[in-house]
């Protein structure tokens, strides 16, 4: 196999395989300073074998051991060299959709780091053999792995290079030592059988790298990871959901005192988005999210912030928005794994503002959004009248969709929609729609741009509607003391005499999750036609 010189260059296997769609986008994360890792995945495709894999050059080269690695050093072991694969698959666990190359279930084995033996490894697997001090959970000690068998002429996707390896006779050498008696998951503690019955992740290798890996839901934290959480001192890393977190100025106090008296530190929002991470993560995984920052707490003025920063962890996912105007943001965070909440809440980012488009899909929204937004001399009782006729209006058309109050003073609607349709069509629905509410109770509301113009009356804001326009999302913080959140509530609560839009927060907001489930649910599994109007 000749050795191409760049992680660009060696991926080219891997996304020949793949047909990937032309892109700019790169299909592969950077390589981290430092440490060079390692992964080996259990795959079960159409045969069982384990994928041995070194980070070299910004890529894992690869090979597919069928009776997997051994701490035995008497057994060699067959190594077929497969493609490069990108670096952001290292912490892949989950299942490739039958059909796929590589179809089955894979969970990370074993993973750690590693020294070479050679001072340029990519060299010395050109020339067919590298020695690999592993430092891992299972594996330990230098494996040796040797070219025996070239792939022949025309090998590009047919035949492949036949290696072998083997583990030397050091203080790591273990006779007779079985990697099947050792099934389980360094990464999730489950077997193949209990991530195939189970998924939480899906990879799509026909998608760019960094784009693949769909998240299936999520865990929060165990019981230990939260007193780990609570044993940290103002900083340090916090190991969840896989990854290590790096913390900071966990005792800062983000939101004044509510009614119960006790601030809110950053480490209560770091625990919040992590114990409300399968619940919150619905609606941000796939989607980039605009965050609003509240760094000194959120009794100081907050800003905007979008970009994706240099300093983020390489296991953040990441958008790249290939229409960004000249000076917009390029890079976007796209939270799609509890870890990423938690490295949210460790940036301040208080509110998470979710496009109501994917990232596969910018241009078209798979939300319809009403916003009832009050005016300084609306009550909330005005609110609620207003938010009562959407309700009619909507079960009228027969259209499904559900409220949520603020955590401010507004409630907002979300309507799901059918994939194809754009912005104009939300927008334009979604104003025709409020147009017919506004009417039967014009003493409400005022059409007015601007706020001053208002005469302090409600706006039906139809215009969020757009690309790269938010709302924040179910279960997130709004900057207020005591953190009140934006909660999902049934129709029939707004019949609720004790509703406020403010009812629920950081502190109580788990325990209601936990009796009556994430309500927004349902809609996520909605296919919706928007009726003429
Ligand atoms: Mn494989």
Same mark, same amino acid.
């Given at each position: ?37 390692f992964v080996v995945q259990r795959h079960r495709a159409?045969a069982l074998h384990y994928d041995f894999r ?6 894992l $080269?690869s090979?597919a051991v069928p009776k997997g690695p ?15 694969h990108? %670096?952001?698959y290292i912490d892949f666990e989950g299942v490739i959709p039958?059909?796929?190359?590589g179809g089955g279930d894979v969970i990370v084995w074993d993973k750690g ?11 010395? %697997? ?10 891992g959970t299972k594996l ?39 990697p099947e008696e050792h099934p389980e998951s360094v990464r999730s503690g489950r077997t193949n059988d209990e991530v195939a019955a189970a998924p939480r992740a899906r990879w ?9 890996e769909?998240r299936l839901g999520?865990d ?17 890393? =916090?190991?969840?959901d896989g990854v290590? $977190? ?15 008296? $006790? ?74 794994r509890?870890?990423? *909440? ?70 907002? %609607? =979300? ?21 017919? $509410? ?8 005022? =059409? ?30 709004? &900057? ?16 609720? &005499? ?5 009812? =629920?927060? *950081? ?27």
């Amino acid at each position: 196999m000749a050795e191409p010189s760049t992680a660009e260059e060696r991926l080219g296997d891997y996304r020949a395989k793949r047909d990937f769609a032309t892109t700019p986008e790169p299909q592969g994360g950077a390589a981290l300073p430092g440490a060079r890792r390692f992964v080996v995945q259990r795959h079960r495709a159409r045969a069982l074998h384990y994928d041995f894999r070194l980070e070299v050059d910004g890529v894992l $080269v690869s090979w597919a051991v069928p009776k997997g690695p051994t701490l035995d050093p008497k057994v060699r072991r067959l190594a077929v060299h497969v493609e490069d694969h990108p %670096i952001d698959y290292i912490d892949f666990e989950g299942v490739i959709p039958g059909g796929e190359y590589g179809g089955g279930d894979v969970i990370v084995w074993d993973k750690g780091t590693w020294t070479p033996g050679e001072a340029d490894p990519a060299a010395a %697997i050109a020339a067919g053999e590298l020695h690999a001090e592993l430092h891992g959970t299972k594996l330990a000690g230098t494996f040796v792995l040797v070219r025996t068998k070239g792939a022949g002429r025309g090998s590009r996707g047919g035949g492949k290079e036949q290696w072998l390896l083997l583990h030397k006779r050091d203080d790591f050498a273990v006779a007779g030592w079985d990697p099947e008696e050792h099934p389980e998951s360094v990464r999730s503690g489950r077997t193949n059988d209990e991530v195939a019955a189970a998924p939480r992740a899906r990879w799509h290798s026909d998608a760019p790298a960094d784009a693949a890996e769909e998240r299936l839901g999520a865990d929060p934290p165990t019981a230990d990871e939260l007193v780990a959480l609570d044993a940290l001192g103002a900083k340090g890393t =916090w190991a969840f959901d896989g990854v290590e $977190v790096r913390l900071t100025n966990l005792d800062k106090v983000l939101f004044p005192a509510g009614d119960d008296g $006790v601030p809110v530190t950053k480490r209560d929002l770091v625990r919040y988005f992590a114990v409300m991470a399968p619940a919150m993560l619905p609606y941000l995984v796939g989607r980039p999210v605009n965050q609003h920052r509240y760094p000194q707490g959120v009794d100081r003025r907050g800003f905007w912030h979008k970009e994706r920063p240099a300093h983020a962890p390489d296991w953040l996912s990441r958008w790249h928005n290939d229409d960004a105007d000249p000076g917009e943001t390029e890079w976007y965070v796209v939270a799609d794994r509890p870890a990423a *909440l938690a490295w949210l809440a460790n940036y301040a980012a208080v509110e998470l503002h979710p496009w109501t488009s994917t990232c596969a899909q910018p241009r078209e929204p798979t939300w319809a959004m009403i916003d009832i937004d009050p005016g300084t001399s609306s009550t909330f009782d005005d609110v609620l009248v207003l938010a009562r006729l959407y309700r009619t209006a909507l079960d009228h058309l027969g259209v499904v969709g559900l409220p949520k109050v603020t955590g401010q003073r507004g409630v907002q %609607i =979300w309507v799901p929609v059918r994939a194809g349709y754009t912005f104009d069509d939300t927008r334009g629905w979604v104003e025709r729609l409020s147009r017919a $509410v506004g009417a039967t109770v014009p003493e409400l509301v005022s =059409w007015k741009w601007h706020k001053a113009d208002r005469d302090g009356l409600a706006r039906l804001d139809y215009t969020q509607n757009a690309i790269n326009r938010t709302l924040v999302a179910p279960y997130i913080a709004r &900057p207020a003391p005591g953190a009140p959140v934006s909660m999902p509530i049934t129709w029939d609560e707004l019949d609720d &005499p004790d509703l406020r839009p403010d009812r =629920w927060n *950081l502190r109580t907001a788990p325990a209601r999750l936990a009796e009556l489930g994430d309500l927004f649910a349902p809609l996520l599994a909605v296919d919706q036609e928007l009726p003429d109007l």
